[in-house]
């Protein structure tokens, strides 16, 4: 299996090793798959006894033909070990009636990037050695807060790789500040930059483009990399958990062999929803796609019209995962549907202009597959109440987004099948927006939230979450953003 760059028409060739080691294709492009794998049924049903490391390995074994199985299968077994993941990664909860919750957020942060960022780094310190690479990785992330726990789990004591995090000093949560200050880990690095987000981002992406700086890295034995989402290492594990769904609905008995099922995501960049549609053309039975997005709703706009318009109002939301204007992965999906030629189009014309327009053959296609729907800021909130009041479950604001949407989607059908939604974060990630959905005051400490969350609804906090404030704070260094070169040339 040879991949190539959705912005090269001649199509040239890379393995899977060289995609995951070099995140990015030359021209600027993404990675995808030359030709999508089968899954047939009866493989489908053999997967439905397996366990969810097993299931990882056989489907990531279609796509990166590069590792052997062996290679797979124990990096997924460390990746979504029981200590990772207590009681199974993905679990899929029964809501109501067709609902479904695939629950993506066992892991180490509590958030779904885990299901990817647990495994990734395992896959790029192979990609290491498989490449002839001499040099080890050196991940440099700016985060707003959850991006950069999540990468920090990941990247803790894997070979060959070291990982430094810088975020703004003011910009996180107490709690976000807390769970990275208080990272474990010998290759690990954190630091607070005086500034905000887009101070610490450009600082780490002059540091990428500056060849004084990498002949210095160079002279240490150290080669950049990027744990960025649009890194096919972190996209195909992500396709794993849609099969897993199916699994799991087959052994509840919820549908049959070949019964179709929908899905509904909680979207920002594009990379969980796309994953599943990949799943699908593997030859998953699913139905149909739910976008679903909050206040910035540049997605359903895009679904419902054809224009991609980044000219407009950026609102921050309590479901800050989703608050973006720019959604890389769906690169991906216009590459498959519109070819290479008119993405590089659509691409040129976002750089220039903020926006583009697909053609209606290319709208119609991509509708066939996805729909948007959206949720407001009020939508969310009573989503939160009415789910915890009617059925039970207590849903974070992201999740929120995606029920509200799934019920809006499915109130316009005629045959309702089960509905996958997934959700992407722990109520207890955003304890406090949570808790005022609820109904109640937030407190004013943040970390109070999370034991009057779980006082006042009998769910528990989740391991990563218990206990922060008792842990050894290890990192506490702020620095300007102008000295975060030599804050990483230092470290090496
Ligand atoms: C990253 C994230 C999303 C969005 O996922 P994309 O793959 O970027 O579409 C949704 N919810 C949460 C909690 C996230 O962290």
């Known amino acids: 299996m040879m991949y190539q760059s959705t912005r ?21 492009g993404l990675f995808i798959p030359e030709s999508i794998p089968a899954l047939t049924a009866e493989e489908i049903a053999a997967l439905s006894t397996d366990a969810y490391p097993v299931r990882a390995a056989k489907i990531l074994g279609k796509f990166l033909t590069d590792y052997t199985y062996e290679e797979l299968l124990s990096d997924c077994e460390a990746a979504y070990a029981e200590s990772s993941f207590p009681g199974g990664a993905a679990p899929l909860v029964h809501v109501h009636d067709h609902v479904y919750s695939l629950e993506l957020w066992h892991g180490p942060t509590a958030a779904f990037k885990d299901m990817a960022l647990q495994i990734m780094p395992r896959l790029l310190s192979r990609a290491i050695v498989k490449t002839g690479e001499t040099r080890d990785a050196l991940i440099l992330v700016a985060t707003s807060g959850d991006t950069g726990k999540a990468a920090l789990e990941g990247y803790k004591d894997i070979d060959r790789i070291g990982i430094m995090v810088f975020y703004p000093v003011d910009g996180v949560s107490r709690v976000q500040k807390l769970q990275m200050a208080t990272q474990t880990g010998n290759n690990v690095n954190v630091c607070a930059i005086r500034g905000n987000f887009d101070d610490a981002q450009t600082g780490v992406k002059k540091i990428f483009g500056d060849a004084e700086m990498a002949r210095s890295l160079a002279e240490k034995g150290y080669v950049l990399s990027s744990a960025n989402s649009i890194n096919w290492g972190r996209l195909a594990p992500q396709i794993v958990y849609y099969v897993s769904a199916y699994c799991d609905l087959l052994n509840k008995g919820a549908l049959k062999m070949g019964e179709t099922m929908d899905v509904c995501v909680p979207t920002g960049n594009f990379g969980n929803i796309f994953a599943g549609y990949i799943a699908k053309l593997m030859g998953l039975p699913v139905r149909h796609f739910v976008c679903a997005s909050n206040k910035n709703n540049i997605l359903t706009d895009f679904l419902r019209t054809g224009t991609y318009d980044r000219n407009r109002d950026f609102h921050l939301t309590m479901s800050p995962s989703m608050d973006i204007l720019i959604s890389s992965n769906l690169e991906r999906l216009l590459c498959l549907t519109a070819g290479e030629e008119r993405t590089a189009a659509y691409m040129e014309s976002l750089k220039k202009d903020g926006a583009y327009t697909v053609d209606a053959e290319v709208l119609a296609a991509i509708n066939e597959n996805f729909s948007g729907y959206f949720a407001d800021e009020a939508a969310t909130a009573e989503t939160i109440k009415a789910y ?11 999740t929120a987004v995606a029920l509200s949407a799934a019920e809006q989607y499915m109130a316009t059908l005629d045959e309702v099948r089960p509905m996958v939604v997934d959700s992407t974060a722990s109520p207890y990630k955003f304890a406090a927006d949570v808790y005022e959905s609820l109904g109640k005051n937030q407190p004013a400490d943040p970390l109070a939230a999370l034991d009057e969350l779980a006082a006042s609804t009998g769910t528990e906090i989740p391991y990563p979450l218990r ?5 050894e704070v290890r990192f506490t260094k702020v620095i300007d953003a102008e000295d975060m070169p030599a804050a990483v040339l230092e470290w090496c």
């Open 8 to 28: 090269d028409a001649s199509h040239k060739k890379y393995s899977a090793a060289e995609v995951i080691k070099m995140g990015l294709a030359p021209d600027g």
């Open 467 to 471: 206990g922060l404030g008792d842990r």
């Open 388 to 398: 915890f009041e009617q059925y039970g479950y207590l849903a974070d604001t992201h």
